[in-house]
């Protein structure tokens, strides 16, 4: 087994980044999620609401990151400080945490290419959003703004499972950037993830645990690069992986310590 390939997504529900190695942090790889779009009432924006998100490609860059996105000049956002924090969900029904705002500039070209008033705020300091209880796996203050887990591993066996039922059914397939992992993997039997939840794995120096597999939503249904919209694979995972009331694709992972990851670094999972 070895790491395929890794990503980020400097703000939430961007275009993805690859990476030949990323640093392992407490709450994720570095960089991931850290930054986050937000309504009038500081609650998250993502691609469940609008799927222009994927035209943003956000590229960090020492203190802060450059936004870019076709048809719009580069604007480089400092990291803020200073500014008195604001508090916002990452989804409604989540609990509230502080994070800084980006300022007028960032908050105006983000609200040009989404077509609403919105802002960008900063997690200086990750913090716990999720109830304590809320999930098997508590991870506590070490997440950014990942929906629930620190990170996502995917592996390229179960893709090709799901596009072999994707075939059979007269669909067209799908590849792995419609579901946003942050770590890819090779050389396993599809589905043979479902089975680490609850154990140690070891990538390069990073130790991990697997907290179970990830139930997936209509993100899964958006064209990573069109931003166009379908019923796939959604529709053939409810066939096929509807376990427990949800449709599973992938697996979160919680750092269990600091580390590096590099495409090509062997997976090792514990007995």
Same mark, same amino acid.
């Given at each position: 087994?070895?790491?395929?390939?890794?990503?980020?997504?400097?703000?939430?529900?961007?275009?993805?980044?690859?990476?030949?190695?990323?640093?392992?942090?407490?709450?994720?790889?570095?960089? %991931?999620?850290?930054?986050?779009?937000?309504?009038?009432?500081?609650? &998250?924006?993502?691609?469940?609401?609008?799927?222009?998100?994927?035209?943003?490609?956000?590229?960090?860059?020492?203190?802060?990151?450059?936004?870019?996105?076709?048809? =719009?000049?580069?604007?480089?956002?400092?990291?803020?400080?200073?500014?008195?924090?604001?508090?916002?969900?990452?989804? !409604?029904?989540?609990?509230?945490?502080?994070?800084?705002?980006?300022? =007028?500039?960032?908050?105006?070209?983000?609200?040009?290419?989404?077509?609403?008033?919105?802002?960008?705020?900063?997690?200086?300091?990750?913090?716990?959003?999720?109830?304590?209880? %809320?999930?098997?796996?508590?991870?506590?203050?070490?997440?950014?703004?990942?929906?629930?887990?620190?990170?996502?591993?995917?592996?390229?066996?179960?893709? %090709?499972?799901?596009?072999?039922?994707?075939?059979?059914?007269?669909?067209?397939?799908?590849?792995?950037?419609?579901?946003?992992?942050?770590?890819?993997?090779?050389?396993?039997?599809?589905?043979?993830?479902?089975?680490?939840? &609850?154990?140690?794995?070891?990538?390069?120096? $990073?130790?991990?645990?697997?907290?179970?597999?990830?139930?997936?939503?209509?993100?899964?249904?958006?064209?990573?690069?069109?931003? $166009? !919209?379908?019923?796939?694979?959604?529709?053939?995972? &409810?066939?096929?992986?509807?376990?427990?009331?949800?449709?599973?694709? &992938?697996?979160?992972?919680?750092?269990?310590?600091?580390?590096?990851? !590099?495409?090509?670094?062997?997976?090792?999972?514990?007995?």
């Amino acid at each position: 087994m070895r790491l395929a390939a890794a990503h980020t997504y400097p703000v939430k529900g961007c275009h993805r980044l690859d990476h030949d190695g990323a640093r392992v942090e407490p709450w994720g790889l570095a960089g %991931d999620r850290r930054w986050l779009v937000v309504d009038a009432d500081g609650v &998250g924006i993502t691609q469940r609401e609008t799927t222009a998100l994927v035209g943003l490609r956000a590229v960090p860059r020492d203190d802060g990151l450059v936004l870019r996105a076709a048809g =719009r000049p580069d604007l480089d956002v400092a990291e803020p400080t200073g500014a008195p924090p604001l508090p916002v969900r990452v989804f !409604r029904n989540r609990l509230p945490v502080p994070a800084l705002p980006a300022g =007028r500039a960032a908050d105006d070209w983000l609200g040009t290419l989404l077509g609403r008033p919105v802002r960008l705020v900063h997690l200086a300091r990750p913090t716990r959003h999720l109830a304590p209880g %809320d999930r098997a796996h508590d991870t506590g203050d070490r997440v950014s703004f990942a929906d629930e887990y620190p990170l996502l591993l995917a592996a390229t066996a179960s893709l %090709d499972a799901l596009n072999a039922w994707l075939a059979g059914a007269g669909e067209e397939p799908v590849p792995m950037s419609r579901f946003r992992p942050n770590l890819v993997v090779t050389g396993i039997p599809a589905w043979a993830e479902d089975d680490w939840a &609850g154990r140690r794995l070891r990538i390069g120096s $990073a130790r991990f645990r697997a907290a179970g597999s990830c139930g997936r939503c209509v993100v899964t249904t958006t064209d990573q690069e069109t931003g $166009a !919209r379908g019923k796939e694979p959604l529709r053939t995972l &409810g066939r096929h992986r509807n376990i427990g009331g949800k449709l599973l694709f &992938g697996l979160h992972l919680v750092p269990d310590g600091p580390g590096v990851v !590099r495409v090509g670094d062997p997976v090792r999972v514990a007995d």
